[in-house]
């Protein structure tokens, strides 16, 4: 399967590194990152690839854009791990359009475009006859499209409820377990790398809301947006609010929660006992699915993190290949 890596930052680098290092029969043929691109129909050397992009900073040559790129290049599928752009969605939605557009399979990790655009781009993918998959822009590592499509179909997705932000769990967790100012917690998750180019989107629980409305079109196809969300964040939160918590056996989480029948899409922060299953530690993100049949189930895992994001990416595209595309 040949595909075309469209960012080179954190998750593209951990794709790269991955198809590198195991053996999955993926072969990359086109790289692009913020600045230049190369491309290569027999496929690129990744040690090559990676080793000159920590030297220079670039991935390849100038000259040419993303959209040529995507237009010119031999691949099966496009992975667009680009920097999200939340409030237009672009120039991602473009990069995925073109690839549909010329019947290419498209996985990505951009929250942006399918928050934004998704029903758009999941009809057009329908139409060219490829598929359109997005695993790795919610809770990360954690396979929740994949169970919803395949291990819980049949069921009635009643509601969800979840820990969607790595970042503001961190940040809950150093402020309770360790006394940590708000600032000094935050600090630490932005050096962990975990938090957003622009960390408002985390601690004001934008990102949640976005992983929420994501989960929910999938879901329900409700049409929901993210203005449709009740949101508060854990900007304002104090350690005071935190001890008093503590001292009740409880403790505060953001938590992100859809329920379609009682009409409610909100992201707000949340006190609950120390021993209830969402409680998770750190930058880990936690997910409960209510369903008809299957009842309650919950998914515990690695919500970013450049290997972890790749696992989604790489279950996408072998699925692509093993189920829906065998020609890839
Ligand atoms: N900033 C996000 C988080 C990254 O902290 O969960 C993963 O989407």
Do not use: F
Not at 134 to 141: F, P, R, S
Not at 166 to 178: F, K, Q, V
Not at 181 to 208: C, F, H, K, N, S
Request: proline fraction near 3%; hydrophobic fraction near 40%.
């Amino acid at each position: 399967m040949k595909i075309a890596l469209i960012g080179l930052g954190s998750v593209g680098r951990g794709v790269a590194e991955m198809v590198a290092k195991k053996d999955l029969g993926i072969t990359i043929t086109a790289v692009a990152d913020s600045t230049s691109v190369c491309m290569d129909a027999d496929g690129i050397d990744i040690h090559t690839l990676l080793a000159r992009k920590k030297k220079s900073g670039r991935c390849g040559d100038e000259g040419v854009s993303v959209t040529e790129l995507l237009k010119k290049a031999d691949y099966d599928a496009l992975v667009e791990v680009s920097p999200t752009n939340a409030l237009t969605g672009e120039p991602s939605i473009g990069y995925i359009k073109t690839a549909l557009n010329r019947k290419k399979h498209v996985v990505t990790s951009n929250k942006g475009p399918i928050c934004l655009a998704g029903k758009e781009l999941r009809a057009l993918a329908q139409k060219k006859g490829v598929a359109l998959r997005y695993e790795a822009t919610v809770a990360g590592a954690i396979p929740v499209m994949h169970l919803l499509e395949h291990g819980l179909a049949g069921n009635e997705i009643l509601a969800i409820y979840g820990i969607l932000n790595g970042t503001c769990n961190y940040i809950l967790t150093r402020m309770a377990d360790e006394g940590l100012t708000y600032d000094q917690a935050l600090l630490e998750a932005r050096e962990l790398g975990y938090a957003e180019a622009d960390p408002t989107y985390d601690v004001q629980g934008i990102d949640a809301a976005i992983k929420l409305v994501i989960l929910a079109n999938t879901i329900w196809g409700n049409g929901a947006t993210l203005d449709d969300v009740e949101r508060t964040g854990i900007d304002l939160l104090t350690a005071d609010a935190l001890r008093l918590a503590e001292e009740d056996g409880c403790t505060i989480r953001l938590i992100a929660e859809a329920i379609p029948r009682k009409h409610i899409l909100r992201v707000s922060p949340r006190i609950i006992p120390k021993n209830h299953p969402l409680v998770v530690e750190g930058t880990l993100n936690a997910l409960t699915l209510e369903t008809d049949m299957a009842k309650e189930i919950t998914l515990i895992g690695r919500g970013a993190g450049s290997v972890e994001t790749a696992s989604a990416i790489i279950g996408d595209l072998l699925y692509i290949r093993n189920h829906y595309d065998k020609r890839a």
